[in-house]
């Protein structure tokens, strides 16, 4: 049968309107199995732990990613330096996009839109109307380079461009010359080189192919840049594009090999550093309390000071001060070896348990130590290239440094017991401590600044004076340890020697320091003997340290309470009623979190319970307000920002995290030497339960278990390898508790109270042997406390919080002292607030305390005092 043309449209119309009705089944289309695309590696699993820190992407914000030997400092932008110790490889990375055949690029800094950041990688997230890209940033703990790794989807061809700057020159103030660069096609990275072929980087990514061209005997003006194209955008999907760099001192072909091992298995770089930081975490202190964003804070300035240990190819492993960018300088931030620096973080080391890092601290500082027996202030990572201590005057310009590695080996020695480092350590230390000796000139015990070197402050109008307050605290200090250690010795001659002096130098910071017409610790006195009355934080480095008269201490303490000096986010280099106030000056109005922690320290310890924890906590937000995971050097002291100078990842800003945490909160100290361990916490009087693991004292290993009701406490000490160590229990309460009872394990238990007078709390204390597995209960019949107010403050905010003077228990009134903001009214919490009779001052609802302060003024702090009548 012919089949007409008219016939062929009817059938061809029937079988379409079958297919389309379900009726028939098409043709299965032909499927064409998509290739990866040249130099991906399979994708694997970035795990988000219980440390991620995550929040929309701040692209002028710094980040860093770091390791012993390797650094990328950059911006939440994504870009980025890079460097492989001590050399400074490259600056400006960026990464660009285009999108198919277009040649407009689109700048990654305009389309950042998250940043999430772990302690083994940090995320950025690219998101544009048709593509999304992740980029990973690892920097392995031990290799001298980093990978990034790209997870891209997109719907459309796209191509990535990443741009840079090679620099290849080692931290100021050493240079090289005739650097040169240019893409190796076989390697698919840029080679960073000079020409004696002794330092080099290299960077690029196998599924990269260059387009800079630049004249193979110098440098660029302009960045040089390679791509990555994506075609087909399916080529990519399960998929990680690595970018990596890496460099170094030494032979090329090692450095090379550093690079092509990278590139090779950029999994194992990952795996290897998430292990390593929770190794981190589980073989040093852990604490859960019921503030998360404390505990996340402590978790992170572990990391942060990890991050401060560093290889140097030339000089050894010691600690660096603190990281930042430098831009087109010659130093990342405090990227060099400070000794005090060193000795002040090696308490926090101690503190959390990672003692092995501040031994080795110690040890690299020996190696510095001057023939008349001071130690270094400074050393540049770039001394292998240079006579830094023949030709520059930087290294031993502070006097703080010889006395402040006394204190800091009498604290690692007295926390672990080392007996062996403390053998081989004895002659550098008796050096040092004749040294300090040696820079008395008037002969009252401590230190004189014009003698000794630099101490609190580095320049300006304070300081052409005798002696500051905390050189001569430092001073007692290491008279105090050296008592210590010669003990531990079994040196005799030395112990007594220290012992003298630690008694003339103890009266002399008690007395000479003292400003009773201000009723504080002033900073310093002349050679006059003549007061410098300037009320400063440097005071609280020798109050935490227990020195001075209590009383005397008290009144300094209550006056730094004061709005003047305190702020919502830390405490002020001076008063800004003062003179020499500029609230941008590094060393005469910012805040430093440094002096914050020791503040906060001092407060714990002569139980300014409340204000401590308002201040700690005021350190403690700053691990998440600008750099995630870190904390900034200083702050202005007129508003919560920093200086644009201020480098972000500093070392003793996260210590001041951790000491009044971990010696103030916690209240936990321990001597391997006398083997006994202390628990003295002041926590928020509403705080039911803490629980410490993993706390390191000698070879004993403890946790605790710590949980509050209305009437009692409980303990439990969880402990091992602590046979004949004894224990020390003393928990704070508010004025005017009464402990009733304490049993130990079941069975009576003595216990002493505390006597002192002006005591802000109550503390009970009991010392026993522990078993294994013991418990204590105290019982008590409780009184009003006041609980710490939480005092959030955002990035720009003036001062606004109330502040607690003070408290004190005149037979049945507790008078709290208070400061606040004119015509502003603020709200307290009173726990066990069925035990107020009567409220003055105040409206009190029986939890709730409200105070009213007259408008006497804009923006002006007034005082005011709350009477609360306690029942009999």
Same mark, same amino acid.
Not at 18 to 37: F, H, R, Y
Not at 209 to 230: C, W
Not at 392 to 421: C, K, W
Not at 489 to 504: H, Q
């Given at each position: ?37 040249? *130099?991906?590696?399979?994708?694997? &699993?970035?795990?988000? *732990? ?49 999108? *198919? ?95 004696? &072929? ?27 840049? $390679?791509?990555?194209?994506?075609a ?17 001192? *030494?032979?090329?072909d ?31 202190? #852990? ?61 926090? $080391? ?19 130590q ?13 001394? #292998?290239y ?8 930087? #290294? ?20 672990? #017991?080392?007996?062996?480092?403390l ?68 040196d ?32 310093a ?25 209590f009383? +005397? ?6 006056r ?13 280099? /001076?008063?800004?009623?003062s003179?020499?106030?500029?609230? !941008? ?17 001092? !407060? ?25 995971g ?35 909160? /916690? ?6 030497l ?52 004894g ?19 079941g ?48 990035t720009?905010?003036?001062s ?11 037979? &049945?009134?507790?008078?709290?002292? !208070?400061?606040?903001?004119a ?6 919490e009173?726990l ?24 006497v003024?804009?923006?002006?702090y ?6 609360? +009548?306690?029942?009999?």
């Amino acid at each position: 049968m012919k089949i007409t043309a008219r016939t062929r449209v009817l059938i061809a119309a029937a079988i379409f309107f079958l297919v389309i009705s379900g009726g028939l089944s098409a043709a299965p289309a032909v499927s064409q199995e998509i290739k990866p695309a040249e *130099g991906t590696v399979a994708e694997f &699993r970035i795990a988000r *732990g219980d440390l991620e820190l995550s929040r929309p992407a701040q692209p002028q914000t710094p980040f860093d990613k770091v390791g012993r030997r390797f650094a990328l400092l950059g911006y939440e932008s994504g870009a980025f330096e890079a460097w492989a110790y001590p050399l400074k490889l490259l600056r400006n990375f960026e990464f660009s996009f285009l999108l *198919g055949t277009s040649t407009v690029p689109i700048q990654g800094r305009d389309i950042v839109r998250f940043v999430s950041v772990q302690p083994a990688v940090t995320t950025l997230t690219y998101t544009y109307q048709s593509f999304t890209v992740k980029a990973h940033f690892i920097a392995p703990v031990e290799e001298s380079g980093a990978v990034i790794l790209l997870d891209i989807d997109s719907t459309e061809p796209l191509t990535v461009v990443c741009s840079f700057i090679p620099v290849l020159q080692p931290m100021w103030p050493a240079g090289l010359g005739g650097q040169y660069a240019y893409w190796d096609d076989g390697l698919k990275a840029y080679l960073i080189s000079e020409p004696t &072929r002794k330092n080099h980087g290299f960077l690029g990514s196998p599924a990269a192919r260059g387009i800079s061209y630049t004249p193979a005997h110098m440098l660029s003006d302009v960045p040089n840049q $390679f791509k990555v194209e994506i075609a087909d955008p399916r080529s990519v999907v399960g998929r990680f594009i690595p970018v990596v760099v890496a460099g170094g001192k *030494g032979v090329r072909d090692d450095v090379k090999k550093v690079y092509q091992d990278m590139v090779a298995d950029p999994e194992k770089r990952y795996r290897r550093a998430v292990d390593y930081y929770e190794e981190l975490r589980r073989s040093t202190l #852990g604490i859960r309390t019921p503030a998360r964003r404390l505990d996340l804070a402590f978790e992170w300035a572990k990391v942060a000071l990890d991050g401060l240990i560093v290889d140097n190819p030339d000089l050894g492993r010691g600690l660096v001060a603190g990281l930042g960018s430098s831009g087109t300088g010659g130093r990342p931030g405090f990227g060099w070896f400070f000794g005090t620096d060193a000795y002040l973080n090696s308490l926090s $080391f101690n503190s959390f348990g990672n003692t092995a890092a501040s031994r080795d601290g110690l040890a690299f500082t020996q190696k510095w130590q001057r023939k008349d027996g001071k130690m270094a202030h400074e050393l540049s990572q770039a001394a #292998g290239y240079l006579r830094w201590w023949e030709d520059y005057p930087y #290294g031993y310009i502070h006097g703080d440094t010889s006395p402040y590695y006394i204190v800091a080996m009498e604290d690692y020695v007295r926390r672990t #017991g080392d007996l062996e480092f403390l053998k081989a350590s004895w002659l550098s230390i008796l050096k040092a401590y004749e040294w300090s000796l040696a820079t008395d000139g008037d002969g009252d015990g401590l230190m004189d600044n014009g003698k000794a070197g630099l101490g609190a402050l580095e320049f300006g109008s304070l300081t052409g004076i005798q002696t500051d307050i905390y050189l001569g605290a430092v001073c007692v200090r290491a008279n105090m340890a050296m008592k210590t250690l010669a003990a531990a010795m079994g040196d005799k001659a030395v112990g007594k020697k220290a012992e003298t002096n630690t008694a003339r130098a103890e009266k002399a910071w008690k007395e000479k320091f003292w400003d009773e017409a201000n009723g504080q610790y002033s900073y310093a006195f002349n050679k006059d003997g003549r007061l410098v009355s300037e009320l400063t934080p440097w005071s609280a480095v020798g109050l935490a340290w227990g020195l001075g008269d209590f009383a +005397r201490g008290l009144r300094t303490l209550a006056r730094m309470n004061r709005a003047d000096l305190t702020t919502d986010w830390g405490v002020r280099m /001076l008063s800004s009623r003062s003179p020499l106030f500029e609230p !941008l000056n590094y060393n005469y109005g910012a805040c430093w979190p440094f002096l914050s922690g020791w503040v906060a320290a001092a !407060l714990f310890d002569f139980d300014y319970l409340p204000q401590g924890y308002q201040v700690l906590m005021a350190n403690a937000r700053h691990t998440f307000d600008n750099s995630l995971g870190t904390v900034m050097e200083l702050f202005s002291g007129a508003q919560n920002t920093w200086p644009q100078e201020g480098v972000a990842h500093q070392g003793f800003s996260s210590t001041g995290v951790v000491l009044p945490l971990v010696r103030g909160l /916690l209240g936990l100290d321990g001597s391997a030497l006398d083997r006994k361990i202390s628990f003295r916490p002041g926590f928020p009087a509403d705080w039911t339960s803490v629980s410490i693991s993993n706390g390191k004292v000698g070879e004993a290993r403890f946790s605790l278990e710590y949980s509050r009701a209305k009437d009692s406490v409980t303990l439990r000490i969880k402990s091992e390898k602590a046979a004949g160590f004894g224990f020390v229990f003393e928990p704070a309460f508010g004025l005017g508790t009464k402990v009733l009872a304490a049993t130990l394990n079941g069975s009576s238990l003595v216990y002493a109270a505390d006597e002192r007078p002006f005591a802000q709390a109550v503390r009970p204390r009991a010392e026993f042997a522990l078993s294994g597995d013991d418990t204590v209960e105290m019982r008590f019949a409780p009184a009003p406390e006041v609980v710490p107010s939480d005092v959030p403050t955002m990035t720009g905010d003036l001062s606004r919080g109330l502040r607690i003077i003070g408290t004190a228990l005149a037979g &049945r009134d507790l008078r709290i002292s !208070l400061e606040g903001l004119a015509g502003e009214t603020y709200t307290l919490e009173i726990l066990n607030g069925d035990r107020v009779e009567s409220a003055s001052g105040g409206e009190f609802d029986g939890r709730k305390l409200k105070v009213a302060f007259p408008a006497v003024g804009e923006g002006v702090y007034v005082m005011g005092e709350v009477i609360l +009548r306690i029942k009999d």
